[in-house]
Nanobody
Framework: QLMLVETGGGLVQPGGSLTLSCAAS????????VGWFHQAPGKEREGHSL????????NYADSVQGRFTFSRDNAQNTVYLQMNNLKPEDTGVYYCAASDYSHLRDLTSSSWYDYWGQGTQVTVSA
């Protein structure tokens, strides 16, 4: 059973940066499609990803395009989300998730994911 653990959240001022990590155990993360999801305060987790990575291609939602960067370190069995120019609306809990459907290009829907981390809190505030 693949297990995911996110770290790296925290409090940052608007315009600041954070790097989130998602470490996997119980399987090799490079065999899975991966997504990052956001849950804003007081709301349910969004059903569509901010970032997905599958079949060697990374896709970004418009809201984070140009500000967030996804990367993998297969040797560390970890994926990262570098977040720059953070905005107050980026506040929330960030979840990484892994999908068995790594052969699919479009993994934006949360319904494709079977493995979820516990989330890490990001707060963007002055």
């Amino acid at each position: 059973q693949l297990m995911l653990v996110e770290t790296g959240g925290g409090l940052v001022q608007p315009g600041g940066s954070l790097t989130l990590s998602c470490a996997a155990s119980g399987g090799s993360l490079e065999d899975y499609g991966v997504g990052w999801f956001h849950q804003a305060p007081g709301k349910e987790r969004e059903g569509h990803s901010l970032v997905t990575d599958s079949v060697g291609k990374t896709n970004y939602a418009d809201s984070v395009q140009g500000r967030f960067t996804f990367s993998r370190d297969n040797a560390q069995n970890t994926v990262y989300l570098q977040m720059n120019n953070l905005k107050p609306e980026d506040t929330g809990v960030y979840y990484c998730a892994a999908s068995d459907y790594s052969h699919l290009r479009d993994l934006t829907s949360s319904s494709w994911y079977d493995y979820w981390g516990q989330g890490t809190q990001v707060t963007v505030s002055a």
